[in-house]
């Protein structure tokens, strides 16, 4: 217990990256996810064509390959460079690494949100003589954006952990400090580990609980 | 064809859409020219860097290894994950509140706390509180097993619960008990309904192996991004290559998931439809 509270300001300090790491992967994936959503309905082939095979690839493959070739790849190979300060370049690249995996996720759920719209209700809404534009406002984006609430929150939440993997480029958020608790303070491995688990459980948990009653509220009635 | 968003174009739609095809076609072949122009930049299509690939003892001594410690550690993690799924999935459903109760922690508490961290707590843990030396294929297997085994229980109780409550009450009428209700009525039925969800959650196993990577774990992602790299300075082609082996391995059990669900919506062993896999989001 003593290492938990003596070491208290680095485990805020560690969290709060990871937070901000969550909130910054979470708003590029929600916009790439979008994006790439309105690709893969849209009526061309070309960019239906990249869409999916952006989802495929991204969906199959482990998001500690895609952080390492974002860090490693993007940033030590092709000198990709956001920031002066390294620490802060690993940052950024592993935000594009995790968002980049996000997205794809993000794109399907948004997919298969529209595809709860029945095509009668948007073929009734033409027959009324409503351009694409007010079909998309008033009659298919209001019901698909209530149903895709949940699975958005449960991949907040897988986010939220996922950042971890960003250890692997040795961002210095919370796993990696909890690691290297672990060596400072031998004796109190069980402590640390019940410590951080709680943390995230403090992070995860409020989030599950309040996009479930957020989707259970905004339900459509079918 | 008519979708949600469109109808079927008339001739001046058919004309605007090929018209808007060409540009973005155009726009996407601009935007891979420019990644191509980056990476030969840097020389990546050097031929030194992508030679490596085309001898024989490079993939037997150095790519080969790694991949099969993948799919050891999948296979074994695998192997006790499902049980665990079971047994814990089966007593969440207790009727004794001294079961349920504990199993809901155990099982909520594991999907709720990264992977990575309860592999480093095996590591550091093992050898600090038991004295053991862990390996890091140990490590690995522990934090895959306790994370999907537990995912896996929400998988094995969802699927016992999408069947009628008529099944069990009828099992218990003629005189069954509850071990052999759950024996013979309940689980050969469930079995069917969630195959489909129980394989794309291996998947998601399969590729959390690659946190092994952070772990100093022999796999297939460290043959690709440390020991490649190390011989022949060729980290992207090496990681590239990697990718394809591990979407080319997720691709083919996606196929088997997806012909188990084609074959349980057929089986004639429960009416019930195949439930939903989780968000498979996946961790590594």
Redesign the interface.
Known sequence: MGALVEEFPVILGAFWLTVRLTLASAVVALVLGTVLAAMK?S?????RG?ATAYV??LR??????VI??CG??LG????VSFSESLSTNYLWLSIIGLSAY?AA?VCEAIRSG??T???G???AA?ALGLT?TQ??RFV?LPQAFRAIIA?LG??L??LT??T??A??IGVGE??LT??SM??QH??S??AI?FG??LA??VL??PT?LAFGWLSRRLKVAR | M??????T?GPRGILR?RI??FV??AA?IVAAWFVYL??DE?G?FDAALWEPFLQADVWVNLIIPGLLNTLSAAAVATLIAVPFGFVFGIARLSEHRWIRVPAGAVVE?FR??????MI??AQ??GS??LGLTVTSFTAVVFGLVLYNGSVLAEIVRAGIQSLPRGQSEAALAVGLRKGQVMRLILLPQAVTVMMPAIVSQL?VLL?????G??VAFEDL?NA??RIL?ANFRN??PA?IV??II??FI??LV?LVANWLERRSRRSRKTTVKPIEA??S????
């Open positions: 309905v009526p061309f082939g070309v960019l990249v495929n690839t199959n493959t482990p998001l500690t390959l390492v070739f490693l790849g030590t190979v092709l000198d996000t996720f529209i595809n719209v029945p095509v209700q948007a073929e033409r694409f079909n998309l298919v699975p449960s991949l939440i897988a952990k996922n971890t993997v250890a692997a919370a796993s909890m690691k672990f060596e031998q004796d491995v069980v580990f951080f688990a995230f459980l995860t948990l599950g | 008519s979708s949600v968003l469109y109808d174009p859409n808007l095809t973005f076609a996407v980056k990476f840097k990546q508490f709720a706390i990264p992977l990575l961290i480093f707590f550091y843990g600090a509180v998947i590729k959390d192996t690659a946190l990577f952070i992602l690709g991004a790299p980290l992207i990681v990697v990718a591990y979407i997720n691709v996606g989780p968000q989001v996946g961790v590594g």
